[in-house]
């Protein structure tokens, strides 16, 4: 089984050489729902190297800008326009990015919302909706850029998950239910990016300060569920405006943290997995604050993601890992390994 580690290691390292010895091209990150909040920070944290190339996308460009409802440049920030619930948008952003700069190597996954209110509250249609933001807009994102990044520099996938992928909350089934969705399509994604050195990490962040929960009016967009769920004596609706209080207060505690903190965990992994080529040092799951980093521990048997389970399922794929070489391109399978 350490053999299997060592061997991985250095599949990795000689891909990395490769990779970063003939490029000196930028970075390119793409960070989606840049609109506002960790998004919108994490943007700026990247542009703040100029190592990097940051495609700040959002579904209306004219929210960092009034004057502008098109994609602008400010140095090595690009703002573009991408609803990541619409293929015509997506299509026409992944040949923007292609024909300008032919590849992508980082790509945070952080549009989302959340909706408060019991399944029965909620409209199936925009429970829904949710999904189609939350989970189905990763899977958009990720087949348009992932043949791209196959054949780029050792790449990085940062997904925000939440502790609410991490166990159910009282009157956030939805919003729960998305994350665990993201959760486990995550955990068996990430073994057919291996060979590519593309690392995979979700961050388990619990409150930031964002306005995440200012969006009640709206359903679409973070609201509460608009159904009559037929219940006289009204304990649901309680249960949910008890959660919405207490995720507010939780806001005002210590345990809430600012969306430039979580930007600088973003941006200090990215630099960690170019700079460390053993994949296997990349956490898969990552708390964002003590708090978050300790529930983690509590409900994973391997909080990190690289434990005796998935070593016992990397070695029905090892032959495979063996075989399977990046070529500027084109993937080959190379003999010599
Ligand atoms: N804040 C927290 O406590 C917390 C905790 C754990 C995890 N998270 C996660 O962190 C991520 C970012 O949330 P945030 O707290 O920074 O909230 P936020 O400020 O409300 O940002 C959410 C972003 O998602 C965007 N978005 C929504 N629908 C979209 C679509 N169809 N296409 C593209 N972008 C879309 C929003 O854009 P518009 O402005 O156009 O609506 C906005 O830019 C979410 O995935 C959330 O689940 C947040």
Not at 17 to 29: E, M
Not at 78 to 101: G, M, N, Y
Not at 125 to 142: M, S, T
Request: hydrophobic share 40%.
């Amino acid at each position: 089984m350490l053999f299997l580690f060592k061997f991985l290691s250095i599949v990795i390292v000689f891909f990395h050489c490769r990779a970063t010895a003939k490029d000196d091209d930028p970075i390119v990150v793409i960070v989606t729902g840049a609109s506002s909040g960790i998004g919108k920070a994490t943007a700026l944290e990247f542009a703040k190297d100029k190592r990097f190339k940051v495609y700040a996308t959002m579904r209306d460009t004219s929210k960092w800008n009034i004057q502008s409802n098109h994609n602008y440049t400010i140095g090595n920030l690009v703002v573009a326009s991408l609803d990541v619930t619409k293929d015509s948008s997506v299509e026409a952003f992944q040949k923007h990015v292609l024909e300008t700069d032919r590849k992508v190597d980082v790509i945070i996954n952080n549009a989302g919302y959340g909706i408060a209110g019991t399944l029965e509250m909620v409209d199936i249609e925009d429970a829904k909706k949710l999904f189609d933001v939350n989970v189905w807009g990763i899977v958009r994102v990720l087949q348009a850029f992932l043949p791209s990044m196959r054949s780029s520099r050792p790449g990085h996938i940062i997904n925000l998950s939440s502790t609410s992928g991490l166990r159910g909350v009282p009157a956030y089934e939805y919003y729960t239910a998305s994350k665990f969705a993201l959760e486990g399509m995550m955990d068996s994604f990430r073994y057919s990016v291996l060979p590519f050195n593309i690392a995979v990490t979700n961050l388990n962040a619990g409150p930031v300060i964002t306005s995440f929960t200012d969006r009640f009016g709206d359903v679409t967009a973070g609201g509460i569920g608009t159904r009559d769920p037929s219940d006289p004596s009204l304990f649901l609706q309680s249960l949910t405006q008890r959660m919405i209080e207490s995720l507010n207060q939780r806001m005002q505690t210590d345990e809430a943290q600012s969306s430039e903190s979580v930007a600088e965990i973003i941006v200090n992994l990215v630099l960690q997995k170019l700079d460390n080529p053993d994949m296997t040092k990349i956490p898969f799951n990552m708390g964002t604050s003590k708090q978050s980093q300790k529930l983690l521990e509590s409900v994973r048997v391997v909080p990190s993601g690289w434990g005796d389970i998935q070593r016992r399922l990397l070695t029905y794929i090892e032959p495979l890992i063996k075989q399977y070489v990046v070529s500027s391109n084109t993937i080959t399978t190379n003999n010599e390994l």
